[in-house]
C-alpha cells in the first residue's frame, strides 16, 4: 500500500471549517483513499473514502486532486468534539482480500473554543 | 445498535499468565481484525479472519492465538510468550459483500501487566 505524509499537528476555532491535507503521491490507479479518526482511548472510527470522485457524507468532505497524489478531508463547521488524531490511510482494493489498514501517525487536530 | 463490543476495558496480566480479549459484533460482518496499539504510534496487525473457521497471521502474530467458531465472535488470547504484551487492543470488522468497505472498530481493551 503506498505511503501517506500528513501533518503532526493543526489547530481550528470552533465553528470554522477544518481542512487536513494529506499527501500519497506514490498512489496507484486502484488504492482508495480513506480517512478515520481516533479519540484518546477510543477505537478508530471511519470518517470518509473515495477513489477518484469528490465524495460528502454527514460528516466531512473529501477532496482528491485530479492526479490522486493528495486528498484533503473537509470538516465544515468543527466543534471541541472533533479534537482528535485524525489519520489518511491509502489501501488497493485486493478484490477481496480487504484486510490490513496500515495507520501512520496521522495529524492531531485541536478544535479551539 | 450494531456494532462492535470489546470486553473487557481494562485487563491486568501477571506473568507468565494467558488471558483472552471478547470481540463480538452484530453487524453481520464476515471478516475480523486484531490490531495492537502501542502509545503514539499507528496500528499494527495481528490476525485476521475472512470466514468462519479459517485465519491468518498478521505482521506480529508470535505470542498471539485466535480462534474464529462463530461469525460474530473473535476471541485473542494474549499468551505467556507475548514477552511485551502491555499495549491497547483494537478489534475491527467489515463486510465482504462489496469491495472496500470500511472496516469498524470497537473500543478497545488496554492490557498491563501487573
Known amino acids: 500500500d503506498a505511503k501517506t505524509t500528513q501533518p503532526t499537528s493543526m489547530d481550528c476555532a470552533e465553528g470554522r471549517a477544518a481542512n487536513l491535507p494529506c499527501n500519497h503521491s506514490?498512489?496507484?490507479?486502484?488504492?482508495?483513499v480513506y480517512w478515520y479518526r481516533q479519540i484518546h482511548s477510543q477505537g478508530p472510527q471511519y470518517i470518509i473514502h473515495?477513489?477518484?470522485n469528490n465524495e460528502t457524507n454527514e460528516m466531512a468532505s473529501l477532496i482528491i486532486t485530479e492526479d490522486r497524489k493528495s486528498s484533503t478531508l473537509i470538516l465544515p463547521h468543527a466543534t471541541l468534539r472533533d479534537t482528535a488524531v485524525y489519520y489518511c490511510i491509502v489501501r488497493v482494493d485486493s478484490g477481496g482480500s480487504n484486510y490490513k489498514l496500515t495507520f501512520g501517525k496521522g495529524t492531531l487536530l485541536t478544535v479551539n473554543p | 445498535d450494531g456494532g462492535i463490543t470489546q470486553s473487557p476495558k481494562y485487563l491486568f496480566r501477571k506473568e507468565g499468565q494467558n488471558v483472552t480479549l471478547s470481540c463480538e459484533q452484530n453487524l453481520n460482518h464476515d471478516a475480523m481484525y486484531w490490531y495492537r496499539q502501542d502509545p503514539g504510534q499507528g496500528l499494527r496487525l495481528i490476525y485476521y479472519s475472512q470466514i468462519v473457521n479459517d485465519f491468518q497471521k498478521g505482521d506480529i502474530a508470535e505470542g498471539y492465538s485466535v480462534s474464529r467458531e462463530k461469525k460474530e465472535s473473535f476471541p485473542l488470547t494474549v499468551t505467556s510468550a507475548q514477552k511485551n504484551p502491555t499495549a491497547f487492543y483494537l478489534c475491527?470488522?467489515?463486510?465482504?459483500?462489496?469491495?472496500?468497505?470500511?472496516?469498524?472498530f470497537g473500543d478497545g481493551t488496554r492490557l498491563s501487566i501487573l
Open positions: 473515495g477513489l477518484k
Open positions: 475491527a470488522s467489515s463486510s465482504y459483500d462489496r469491495p472496500n468497505q470500511p472496516q469498524h
Open positions: 506514490t498512489i496507484s490507479g486502484n488504492e482508495y
